[in-house]
């Protein structure tokens, strides 16, 4: 059961499928311009949608709003540095505001970025430092069925060869994002990490953590990594966090709050260059772009979301999700893991070829028929096409997301989305695809519009 009890609830929309249909023919086929009172059971995504406990809403009332030097800072910063270790903690707004200002510090044009996969913006703001963003996922993430627990780690071959290759000099960091969203949200080993903070160690490469997600991947670290059975999540993410140079932190996953994030240091010289480009654009270094009661609420919620009962239960509301899926007869990225669940689109819809974006096709057939509000991940996020629109590159899978809000949805909500993944399983055949009609140089699947494509069309 949930180790909680619910104090204070909202109403969510119930519209008609007339109504659906019409709202997102307005969108021209975007999700993400719906409006929220349009959407029914949103899942879009799990960055700043969680609900905030009363503990946290109870540390917000005592955030100091001082300009500089504030109590909250401090509070703030001695809960970072107690979990991370790292000498050297700047507050931002969110996660991508960290990463603009470590990337534009530390890269420059002809560089590279080594991952276990860049997700979206984190590319997207590699490639507008200059760099390159390469992704270096290991070879069991390629079986997207397989039950193995730990297909987010980074191939150690390839990243020993690339360090040692032609292209080693060029290498300015590495970047390990755990849990790897762009990978399924399928964990990190603690094997693969030390190993990989090994290989960079003896290289000289900075190693930083995407730690997002720290908190689950470390649960799942518990379940399944022998060597740390009988330690706590905590325990596993303070040594995680130890074995990198640094990282960088969207808290609007697993902080459980609605806005923030941070960047950890140990390089002093580092540190300075990035607190000078913070205070430039985000906001002083003890507020970095956040009101107090926001640092505050960060601190508690990193208190809170490594605690054995709240895990537990999360990673259960996943596994609960992930069998009304399978029963609707639609696969998954296997094993499901705990932030979000990665439907099989391109197997669902194998009519559908990839440049009609099979994936973007299920994903506006859950709004239709359900109010299920759901990312694509597949050729509309990761293909090109050239200007007559005909294909040149094709994502290698076909995926939906169905992130999990922390907190926020119960078993019922959940046993919604199975239910209409079976209908729309039983009539696969009649979803349709679609095209793009206008889209932007990047990140094109944010404001992309679209027009449907109709069956054998």
């Not at 009988?230 to 808290?251: I, K, N």
Request: glycine share 8%; aromatic share 6%; with cysteine.
């Amino acid at each position: 059961m949930e180790p909680y009890r619910i104090k204070v609830v909202e109403p969510i929309p119930q519209l008609t499928r007339q109504q659906r249909e019409e709202a997102l023919k307005r969108v021209h086929y975007n999700l993400f311009d719906l409006r929220a009172e349009e959407v029914t059971i949103d899942l879009l995504t799990d960055s700043g949608t969680g609900a905030l406990s009363a503990a946290q809403l109870a540390a917000g009332m005592a955030g100091d709003e001082s300009y500089s030097g504030s109590r909250s800072f401090y509070r703030f910063h001695e809960a970072v540095t107690e979990l991370t270790g790292y000498a050297h903690i700047l507050p931002a707004h969110q996660g991508r505001a960290a990463e603009r200002i470590l990337f534009n510090t530390l890269l420059e044009p002809g560089r590279i970025v080594l991952a276990n996969t860049h997700f979206d913006t984190t590319r997207a703001n590699v490639e507008l430092s200059g760099a390159e963003a390469r992704d270096l996922p290991c070879a069991e993430a390629r079986n997207l069925d397989s039950a193995e627990h730990f297909k987010g780690n980074i191939d150690l071959d390839a990243l020993s060869r690339t360090l040692d290759g032609p292209d080693g000099s060029r290498v300015a960091m590495v970047v390990m994002t755990i849990t790897n969203n762009g990978g399924g949200g399928q964990p990190v080993s603690m094997d693969n990490l030390k190993r990989t903070s090994a290989l960079c160690r003896r290289h000289g490469v900075p190693f930083f953590l995407d730690a997002a997600r720290f908190a689950e991947n470390a649960w799942l670290v518990t379940r399944h990594e022998p060597e740390y059975r009988d330690r706590t999540p905590r325990q596993v993410a303070e040594e995680a966090f130890r074995l990198a140079d640094g990282c960088m932190m969207s808290a609007k996953k697993d902080a459980i709050v609605h806005i923030g994030g941070f960047i950890g240091l140990n390089d002093p010289e580092l540190a300075q260059r990035c607190e000078l480009l913070l205070i430039a654009t985000e906001g002083f270094a003890t507020y970095g772009g956040l009101a107090g009661r926001d640092l505050d609420m960060m601190a508690q919620g990193l208190t809170e979301v490594t605690e054995p009962a709240y895990l537990a239960e999360r990673a259960d509301v996943a596994a609960h999700l992930a069998h009304r899926v399978r029963s609707a007869g639609v696969d998954i990225i296997e094993p499901p893991g705990m932030h979000a669940l990665y439907l099989n689109a391109g197997r669902l819809l194998p009519h559908i070829p990839a440049h009609h974006f099979p994936g973007h096709a299920l994903a506006c057939q859950l709004y239709l028929e359900g109010g299920i509000r759901s990312a694509e991940l597949g050729s509309l996020y990761l293909g090109e096409e050239d200007e007559d629109g005909n294909p040149t590159k094709s994502a290698p899978y076909e995926l939906v997301r169905l992130a999990l809000p922390r907190r926020v949805y119960t078993r019922s909500h959940y046993d919604h989305v199975g239910e209409t993944l079976a209908e729309i399983a039983k009539r696969a055949d009649s979803v349709y695809g679609f095209r793009i009609v206008e889209q932007s140089p990047i990140l094109r699947h944010f404001r992309a519009t679209l027009e449907p494509v109709p069956v054998h069309g």
